[in-house]
């Protein structure tokens, strides 16, 4: 028992010591101990680091070469990449405009040791974490980094830029430190330096730069491309202005600038910029649409602009020359842009792709690059009008929608083709007018396609849903840009561009399948070959939809709007459009194997380029999408096909229904109900009841003949939705007829 009692105790006694020997041995003087071994551990590291790293030679962007582009069959388009470069003194660069780089970029320079150890340290995070850029560099980092390491984002060269910079702070002075960054940093618009800058946003010279203009370009180191005025858009613009307010802000805190000279300042819009030599006439635009989709591949633009790259473009060259003749016979040719005020306002501009493949054979972005940089075949600050109703149509026949008593939609569907008749079935009310105001009775689908009818596409579009209507949009292509979900979508009224629209209508030529326009063929450097997705893409909309919307397409062609595009070389499916007050008129169609958009623009050689009215243009009365862009769109169309083409569409549509007759139109046809149900007829094959779709390649019925209607409703020659205008003359064959303001043609 005894025995017992001391085992029991002595074990005791042994658990108590162990606890005492682990009290012992956590101490917080070793914790202590511990933790400052580690720091000795980790600076010795660093300091072995230190001594390994050297200060390296300038690298290689410093010695930038050239980019070649070349037509997709091989021959060169253009050579570009002379450096745009002009080393300044600091004692040339105004004192103010020196702080506001600082101010932007680094507040503490004058003070720091070269290196933000904790924006280092989160940049090594965001690295190793793969959340992008590394961010939190002072002005030695980042002069380090564009003058001895490249862009790369890895923590070898994050580390190897922290011990340089601390070389570097300790050899150069501070003045040393901001002319190289200066000089060095990319600003956009190909210019690398301040001087470049300067001369490529205001014309003038660094040493003319004042305290405005100086933030404005510290401002545009943070994202060159996104905050350049004339090339970042609203989003960009509100950016910029926002970053160059925080520049001066912080200049007032740094008590570089009185706050009363601060308060003073007006944002210094920048100038157009220009374009390089040797990008004269198309070759410019096509460079410009190379490199932006070169980066949204993910390549930088200072790494295309450091140069070493081989672009090869799908253009073909043939049909590139084809498209520029097309615009200069069709429409410059008619033009007198010197003594005509109108005439000096119009914008031509036009992508064309190949259905099949998805590539870019040919683009018009205006008369040169030189005189007008912006391009018009990427544009989208127009609205595309009309040319937005056969995606209504699809949508609607995606969706399965019905009328609001209950049918399904399709091209037989009768509606209520009444001018400002306001819309059944929507919270927001909505009554658009027809083109000249216009009533055209009951009307089937086909036909209000054929003559573009307001009236008819509104009500389908709440018959739908406009949100509906909008995800169609945006799944074949569109972008959401200015684009509400509300019934005013029929008119077109959001923005798009020519490249938009033409992946849109080749989505319907490949049959539903997405097809996302592509300028890129190839693109390699020396290190590296970029590697590129294929332009088509997946099933976005049943065949049967897209087939559809091409059968009624072929009818806007042959009997409507569209007539002037020209069927007797090749089939042919399309559609008009003219925006608001003629401000831009479309004319987007395609062929079996070629898909071409065309679109006019009035802008303002004045007033920052704002949008004017295109009625009058070559004093042919009012201006809309069946007029010069559908004749310049046939012209090229037969040229690229070498005159012409055998090709049919192979359409997969369900048999049409018959249908009785439809009223005329009459001039004071009352509002009826948004679309009524027409009568069946027993027999297909009656001659007073043909089908309400045109058959591919028909022998030229007559208007009435492709929508299923009666003789009796064949439009007058004033037109109705918008028709095509008798050559050189408005659409009534009298110059200046109806040239009042109108919407959505």
């Not at 790494?303 to 790259?309: E, H, L, N, T």
């Not at 003559?451 to 169609?472: H, I, L």
């Not at 004017?612 to 010069?628: E, K, Y």
Request: with cysteine.
């Amino acid at each position: 028992m005894a025995r017992a009692e001391t085992g029991r105790a002595g074990t005791g006694h042994s658990r108590r010591a162990s606890r005492g020997g682990e009290r012992r041995f956590l101490t917080p003087r070793k914790l202590l101990g511990t933790f400052f071994g580690l720091c000795l551990l980790g600076m010795g590291g660093l300091f072995v680091i230190y001594l390994m790293v050297p200060v390296p030679s300038a690298n290689a962007q410093a010695e930038m070469q050239s980019n070649v582009y070349k037509y997709s069959d091989g021959t060169v388009l253009a050579r570009t990449g002379e450096v745009n470069r002009e080393i300044v003194g600091l004692d040339q660069i105004p004192k103010d405009v020196q702080h506001t780089f600082v101010a932007a970029e680094n507040k503490t320079f004058y003070k720091d040791a070269g290196v933000d150890i904790k924006g280092t340290a989160r940049g090594l995070f965001n690295t190793l974490s793969g959340k992008g850029k590394q961010g939190g560099s002072t002005i030695t980092q980042q002069y380090v980094k564009n003058y001895y390491l490249n862009q790369d984002r890895t923590v070898t060269r994050k580390l190897k830029e922290l011990v340089i910079s601390l070389k570097v702070d300790q050899r150069k002075s501070k003045s040393e430190i901001l002319a190289g960054y200066v000089n060095t940093s990319y600003y956009g618009r190909g210019a690398y330096g301040i001087q470049a800058a300067a001369q490529a946003y205001y014309g003038v010279d660094a040493s003319k730069l004042n305290v405005a203009q100086g933030a404005y370009l510290a401002a545009l180191l943070q994202a060159p491309n996104q905050y350049d005025w004339a090339q970042g858009g609203a989003t960009g613009r509100k950016l910029a202005t926002a970053r160059w307010n925080y520049v001066l802000d912080n200049m007032v805190g740094q008590r570089w600038l009185d706050a009363s000279t601060r308060s003073g300042l007006t944002f210094p819009v920048p100038r157009e910029p220009k374009a390089a030599h040797g990008l004269e006439g198309q070759t410019g635009y096509l460079v410009e649409a190379a490199d932006d989709e070169l980066a949204r591949q993910g390549v930088d633009k200072a790494d295309i602009d450091a140069g070493g790259w081989t672009i090869t473009l799908t253009i073909d060259r043939k049909r590139q020359e084809r498209l520029e003749k097309a615009v200069d016979d069709q429409l410059e040719s008619k033009l007198d842009r010197k003594n005509n005020k109108t005439d000096a306002t119009v914008q031509a501009g036009a992508t064309s792709v190949d259905p099949g493949t998805g590539r870019v054979v040919a683009l018009y972005g205006g008369r040169s690059a030189t005189e007008h940089w912006i391009s018009n075949a990427t544009r989208a600050d127009y609205q595309p009008a009309s040319t937005f109703k056969p995606i209504v149509l699809t949508s609607a026949l995606e969706n399965g929608s019905e009328t609001q008593d209950g049918r399904a939609i399709g091209l037989g569907t009768v509606y209520d083709g009444t001018s400002e008749r306001p819309v059944v079935g929507s919270d927001i009310p909505f009554a658009p007018q027809n083109e000249d105001g216009r009533d055209y009775g009951k009307i089937d689908v086909q036909r209000a396609m054929n003559d573009s009818v307001n009236s008819v596409f509104a009500q389908m579009v709440v018959d739908v849903g406009p949100a509906a209507v909008k995800r169609t949009a945006l799944g074949l292509g569109m972008p959401d840009e200015n684009f509400p979900a509300t019934p005013a979508i029929t008119l077109g009224t959001m923005n798009a561009s020519t490249w938009d629209m033409a992946g849109v209508y080749a989505t319907l030529d490949h049959h539903g399948r997405k097809v996302t326009p592509s300028i890129l063929k190839s693109a390699t450097h020396k290190d590296r070959t970029v590697d590129l997705p294929d332009p088509v893409g997946d099933q976005v909309i049943d065949r049967e939809s897209a087939d559809t919307v091409t059968r009624a397409l072929q009818g806007v062609v042959d009997n409507g709007s569209g007539r002037e595009a020209d069927t007797t070389a090749y089939d042919a499916a399309g559609k008009t459009g003219t925006s608001e007050n003629n401000k831009s008129a479309w004319f987007a169609g395609y062929t079996p194997e070629l898909t071409t958009v065309v679109a006019l623009f009035g802008e303002s050689p004045k007033d920052g380029g704002g949008q004017v009215t295109l009625t009058g243009t070559a004093n042919s009365g009012r201006a809309n999408g069946g007029g010069f862009p559908a004749r310049i769109w046939a012209d090229y169309t037969r040229g690229a096909l070498n005159g012409g083409s055998d090709a049919t569409f192979d359409l997969d549509v369900p048999q049409p229904l018959p249908t009785a007759p439809v009223t005329p139109p009459t001039a004071s046809s009352p509002p009826s109900s948004p679309s009524e149900q027409p009568s069946r007829s027993p027999s297909p094959e009656s001659p007073a009841d043909p089908p309400s779709v045109t058959p591919s390649r028909p022998p030229s019925p007559t208007p009435s003949e492709s929508s299923g209607s009666s003789p009796s409703i064949e439009p007058p020659p004033d037109g109705g939705g918008e028709q095509p205008p008798e050559p050189g003359g408005s659409p009534s064959g009298e110059p200046g007829v109806g040239q009042g303001p109108l919407t959505g043609r």
